[in-house]
């Protein structure tokens, strides 16, 4: 939305002149009849007009200064943010046995218009993970006689490592957990299956392996796009996280030997990769061999007796996969490299990566009138400004590009270049064009045209689909013919839309900027840098200079912890903890923004678990079962890590002890106790809880904290009765519902 001041007073001549005539029977009631033309009635106007000038004047005065500073800045509001993720292609017609080459910006229908990023080639091939899982020991044991039986088969010397073809990602199906696919294998290799379309009758389908081969190898270089979402593991704690390094692995494929019983394999070029080595989601684009390359070793055990065994590609004992089967992938660590680790949650052929936007090229926006500051309003708001592309008509020129920049004013400091700049200042949240003055730029000339030659629009939270919510996808191919229908497999949830930055939120930004001017340098700067990342919902943010977490040190010069939360809702535990994506955008947006002799790291808390017992006695009138659970909520709110938590409602303060006479007036507060008989304060030890011991001056407790540490209240016994509890181990799962009761289901058989 554009920057509009608001009113303090939206009260208008009208209003005002009708305000002092419904006054008139309070005032003057001998006044009956303040016709028009009536002097009184003159005089009311008079005076309306008067007040309607002033409230004019006073309507630019207090908000009008902040929107003007805002301006004076720089500081736009923030456009939406697009969610983004990586589909799987396929044709929806079997009967496709060619290759086609989309172009990018094929939409993909839904409620919100999403939009293919990049150039992908769909083969008519479906591709199916296989990995190599070891049989257990004790399965070995079992079957050692039909191992040592194959070994003699085989002629093989040494020993046998016998294991199961398992699928991985069944049917597309993603794992959000992640399979690691190195470790859990026994060659530390996932091997890609490209099958054939099934063919309409068995005879058939040595034919359209034969095609779908063709379609592979075709003339030029064929590219098979594989995407790759890799396991997101929650960081350790204190674990030092930036930017994902790219893993060494090496792509290949299957060919002939010096035989039909051999199997040799040629390296695949990595045309480009949008994720980063699979450090990220992304896909990557290998340069295929020509089709008299692309080749499969037999599963057939009558026809090579070496299937499957030793460095040949697992052995598919299904018929109809068998029959289909044209070629293997194999993704391996590369030589020398030792990768003992590749957590996947999904990996797919056919990949694209989507995002929620929306392009549009080709649009006259106005004509110029060949004044000064022209404005010119873009069709839709939140555009990318990497992507935006404005031309202006020249006269005898035709639609010439001009360049976008952030400040007219600072263009150049040679007036003769700034005066003829062709240059344009972009808000790309309201989607709005302002150009020069003629000093600072300049003017289009009078009945020129101003054109969108491109851009692409859109974002925002809504774009945050779960997997499975997009469907099919229309678009061109390169040649510009229209693409067979096309079914769209989406794995797992799109992620990383923000919506715009709304006015109010920009305001509280301008004392910040005016202090940091986007630089972090003292701790504040850190701090409202941080809340400031967009695609990052921070809930807290403690910044420890000098302090290297990996050493739990102090006074190490140059180093700046920054310690960031997740915002949460107050509610039993456990905490809320950063996952790794939150502390990877909250690096990359602080770490361009730091010093470069700074050492930065970007961290999460570490949380120090404690259980609380209590002993009350109640008040006549009042549920017990309600004051006992308004204790415990009285506790956790108390102990929360977040606002309205803590002492101040910010949280409880980092590094501040736990004392039990605190939570014993927190205890003493909630409506319904009459008296508080006892607390007791634990401390975990293993699995078990251990009663902290009592100071010798008043006999509380106190669970001392680092500087670095926070409590996380992982146990509350609260008791109507004299005693306090001592033991905490029959407390029920804290991480349960305390208001549901669990309880099976029958299955539905079909």
Known sequence: MPIVPPSLDDRRFDDLVDDLLARIPAHTPEWTNPRLGDPGR???????????ALLYRANLVPERQRLVFLKLLGMGLLPAQPATGVVSLSFAQPTVLDAHTLAPQAMLPGALPFESLAETTVLPVTGEAYIKVPLASDEMARRSDLLQGLARIHRIGGIVKAYETTPVFAGGVAVPAGVDV?????????????????????????????AAVAALGGPGSVLLSVGGVPAIAPPALFEQVTVPSAVPVQWEATQRGTSDLDTAYLQLDVAADTSGGLAQAGVLRLRLPPSDLIWAPSNDVGVNPRAGVGDTPPRLDDADRAARLITWVRLRPKDGELVQNLPLAWVGINAVQVDQRNTLAGRVLGTSTGLADQTFTLPLGSVDPET???????????????????????????????REAAAFELDPEAGTLTFGDGLRGRIPDTGNRIRLAYGRFGGGSGGN???????TLTGSQVDGQNAPPIKVQQPLALSGGADAETLPVAEQRIPAMLRHRDRAVTADDYRSLATQAQGVD??????????????????????????????????PAPNPRPDRPFIERLYNYLGARTP???????????????????????????????????????LRSLLWPLAPGGIGATGWPLGRAVRSR????EVARVDGVDELNGINLFRQNGDDWIVLPSTATDGAQVLT????????????????GPDVPTDLRALPNPFADDNSVAVPVVPELC
């Open 538 to 571: 921070v809930g807290r943010v403690e910044v420890l200079p000098r302090f290297r977490p990996s050493d739990r040190r102090f006074d190490v010069p140059g180093v700046v912890s920054v310690m960031a939360l997740p915002d949460a809702t107050l509610g």
């Open 662 to 665: 605190e939570l014993e007036v």
């Open 465 to 471: 689909l779960p997997a499975g919510s997009l469907a």
């Open 705 to 720: 904290l680092q500087p670095w540490q926070l409590p996380e209240l992982l146990g509350v016994i609260v008791v109507d």
């Open 388 to 418: 935006l592309q404005i031309q202006v008509e020249e006269t005898g020129l035709g639609y010439q590009p001009w360049t976008q920049v952030d400040d007219l004013a600072a263009i150049s400091a040679d007036p003769a270049v700034a």
């Open 182 to 210: 190195f470790a859990e294998s026994a060659d530390r290799a996932l091997w890609i299956a490209l099958l054939a379309p099934r063919a309409a009758k068995p005879a058939d389908q040595p034919a359209t392996n034969a």
């Open 42 to 52: 003159t005089l009311i106007e008079l005076f309306a007009w008067l007040g309607d």
């Open 596 to 634: 470069l002799a700074t050492e930065l790291y970007v961290i999460g808390c570490e949380y120090v678990a404690v259980g609380v017992s209590v002993a009350v006695t109640l008040r006549d009138g009042y549920a017990p079962d309600q004051v006992l659970q308004a204790i415990r909520d009285a």
